[in-house]
């Protein structure tokens, strides 16, 4: 098959190396890609947001299935637009979208179809937002409806906060994407995610993650995209995994349905282990970044044909196979992530660092020039690593970070310490 992967961090090196490694791959293309998917795939300069631009180099080309990373291009309809001219593509309609692309379509959706979930509202104006808050007391959470990089969400624990990031998004911080706020309850509890391959009808759980969203160590600074990951989490149960799937996942895949705007592609449930159970506080519609790139170290089934399958609504057949080894990441960012931050800082010792028993590395914001690697991003590389236990991984990938020799680099030091502390107790 001639395929074409869309987008160029490391959740997209890490589907290229994945992809690239099945027989059934006769061509592999990546739009932009970035110096690490460059080894996988054929790296071209194909605008991801001019949809008419994709689909004739489909044409051109003869590409027989797209795959779309990131959630942009979904929230866009690119999945529609290669759809109508019966170019396969992996991933959302635009309708079915809005579980990423609208925090309030998706709480409504939880009401409609009692999916539990934190308490909300949700405002078109600082006024009213403003009082809400004061009445219901801090902590709560404010959050921009629409899509803001991972970056629209304030876990305000004060009141003061809670005002400033309403102002903030009514003032236009993120844009369109802040012209309407949500406003939910503070769910306290451990953090999970959890992911699904959904076919419309049938959903099909995929490995367990858990990543860490503060820059840095100690949970401590803002939010992030993600500075690490690592799966399985210990803190899913048997129990705990079909509770999300009877009452968070399956119920989402029916309600789509019925709808009328069925889900394909990945569902990626955030979801909060509190007293009362698990409780969903957002989805996301397509693999996790930084956890896709430890999902496809432990993936040991092709991951060609479950794509095709949800595609075609053929989940209900199909297994996927993991390997025990738990696998984890750690994100090397650009000094100063998530605010301001240097471009064109030059890495060194890659090769060295790859050299680690069991460690992998995915590019996530590099460019190549004149032979060298540069940074190219906030959230640069990630160190991947392997190992029998968690502990195991963690000593490899922070061994290989540091053969790499980038000073104008950072990375968070403690990444999976709830389960390396978990094994620790167990002895």
């Known amino acids: ?157 004060t ?11 009514f003032e236009g911080a993120f844009g369109s994407a802040g012209a309407e706020v949500v406003i939910e309850e503070f769910l306290s509890g451990r953090e999970i995610s959890f992911f699904a391959l959904c076919d419309g009808e049938t959903a099909i759980p995929l490995a367990t993650a858990q990543d860490h969203k503060r820059v840095f160590d100690h949970d401590k600074g803002p939010n992030t995209g993600g500075m690490g990951a690592y799966s399985p989490t210990p803190f899913v149960t048997p129990e705990i995994h079909d509770q999300i799937m009877a009452r968070i996942i399956l119920p989402t895949v029916a309600g789509m349905k019925s ?42 089934s092709d991951i060609v044909p479950a794509l095709l399958a949800s595609i075609d609504g053929q989940l209900k057949n199909f297994d996927l196979r993991w390997y025990p080894d738990p696998a984890l990441t750690v994100v090397m960012a650009a000094k100063g992530y998530p605010g301001d931050y240097i471009k064109g800082t030059r890495i060194d010792g890659l090769d060295d660092a790859a050299k680690v028993e069991g460690v992998e590395i995915f590019h996530a914001g590099t460019v190549a020039k004149d032979g060298a690697i540069l940074a190219n991003g906030g959230r640069v590389l990630n160190v991947c690593a392997m190992g029998k236990t968690v502990t195991e991984a963690r000593d490899r990938a922070y061994q290989a970070v540091d053969r790499i020799k980038w000073p104008d680099g950072f990375c968070r030091r403690d990444i999976a310490w709830q389960a390396v502390e978990a094994e620790q107790a167990k002895g």
């Open 1 to 157: 098959m001639n395929i074409l992967l869309l987008g160029s961090g490391g959740r997209e090196h890490a589907l290229a190396w994945k992809i690239a490694a099945s027989p059934l791959v006769t061509k592999l293309w990546c739009a932009p890609g970035n110096a690490g998917i460059a080894r996988e795939a054929e790296c071209i300069g194909l605008a991801v947001a001019d949809h008419a631009a994709v689909v004739e180099f489909c044409r051109r080309n003869a590409v027989d299935l797209v795959v779309v990373g990131p959630e942009t291009p979904l929230a866009a309809g690119i999945v529609d637009d290669l759809d109508a001219v019966g170019i396969k593509a992996f991933g959302p309609s635009k309708q079915a979208a809005q579980l990423e692309g609208s925090k309030g379509f998706t709480k409504d959706l939880c009401s409609e179809f009692d999916i539990p979930t934190g308490a909300y509202r949700r405002f078109d104006n600082a006024k009213d937002a403003t009082a809400y808050v004061r009445a219901q007391g801090a902590p709560i959470v404010v959050k921009a409806d629409g899509l803001a990089a991972g970056k629209g969400v304030v876990v305000a624990q």
């Open 159 to 169: 009141l003061p906060e809670a005002e400033a990031a309403i102002a903030m998004m």
């Open 259 to 300: 709808r009328g705007t069925p889900f394909k592609g990945v569902l990626y449930a955030g979801v909060m282990l509190t007293a009362q159970g698990p409780k969903l506080f957002e989805y996301n519609v397509r693999f996790g970044d930084p956890e896709c790139q430890v999902m496809m170290l432990r993936m040991m």
